[in-house]
Structure formats: C-alpha cells, structure tokens
C-alpha cells in the first residue's frame, strides 16, 4: 500500500507542476496535497510544522496568483482602471485556456487604461506591468511546487 501512495504522491507533484503553467488545474494545492498523501504511509514522517508552512505557503501562493498582475500593473503605472481590467482580465482568461490566462489580464490592463483616457504607449506599459506579474507568479508556483518534490524525493529515499 505505501508504494501505491508513494506513486499516488509523485503523480500529484507532476500535476501539481504542470498546474503552475496550464489554466485550470491548481498547481500548488494539487502538490500539496500530494505531501499529504504522501504522509499517510508508513515510510514518510513529515512534521506538522512542515505540513503546516507548506500550507501557509500554498494558500498565500495561491491568493498571490490573482493578485500579482494587478499588482504588476499599478507597479508599471496603471490606474486603477488598469489595476481593474487586469483583475477582470484575470478571471474572464481562465476561460479561454493558457493564452486566456496570460492574455487576459495583459488585455484586461490595457483595456481599462485605455478607457480611462490614457494613451497607448502608457496602456501598453500597464499591460506590460500585468504579464510580468503573471510570469513572477508562474515561476513562483514552480518553485514551491519544485522544492515540495525535492521534499518528496528526500523523504522517499
């Protein structure tokens, strides 16, 4: 049974990764849920306090993940017309699958700028501000979800 586990553990790890770059699929909480599975076998022991920061750090990365591009738009001076299309944009590209998802908020961003009266260059720039929050979040998942495998990996062997 703790092979299964084991196997069961590691599947969720790689969902978990390919969840940081594919919409739809939670990639942080799906690795998480894999150290769980993970403890419930005999040959894995990891302490509560490890359970609990992987928690903690997998809620904040996942509540980051919407709020990073809006973040990255007000950086890039976007308005809050910006800082509201990309927050929109966010939600309305998880529909329209990966390019939705880095598109969306990019688009959403330069839209409400645009709206607001800005001109092109500084709506381009807030649009900008948004996709570097998504790719700042995307490499953040993979790293959580990389050293939660490392973790893995150690405890197995």
Request: aromatic share 12%; charged share 10%; glycine share 14%.
């Amino acid at each position: 049974m703790d092979i299964t586990l084991i196997v069961i553990a590691f599947v969720l790890m790689l969902i978990g990764i390919i969840g940081c770059i594919v919409p739809g699929l939670p990639g942080t909480p799906i690795a998480y849920a894999g150290l769980w599975v993970a403890q419930a076998t005999d040959k894995i022991d990891f302490s509560w306090q490890f359970l609990l920061i992987w928690g903690i750090v997998t809620v904040v990365i996942f509540v980051l993940d919407y709020i990073v591009p809006a973040w990255g738009t007000k950086k890039y001076g976007g308005t809050k017309w910006g800082v509201w299309g990309s927050t929109i944009g966010v939600f309305v590209g998880l529909f329209f699958g990966a390019a939705g998802v880095i598109l969306g908020p990019l688009v959403g961003a330069i839209l409400g700028e645009l709206i607001s009266g800005k001109q092109l260059n500084d709506a381009l720039r807030a649009g900008w501000g948004s996709f570097i929050g998504i790719l700042f979040s995307t490499v953040l998942k993979l790293i959580a979800c990389g050293l939660m495998t490392v973790a893995l990996i150690q405890a197995v062997w």
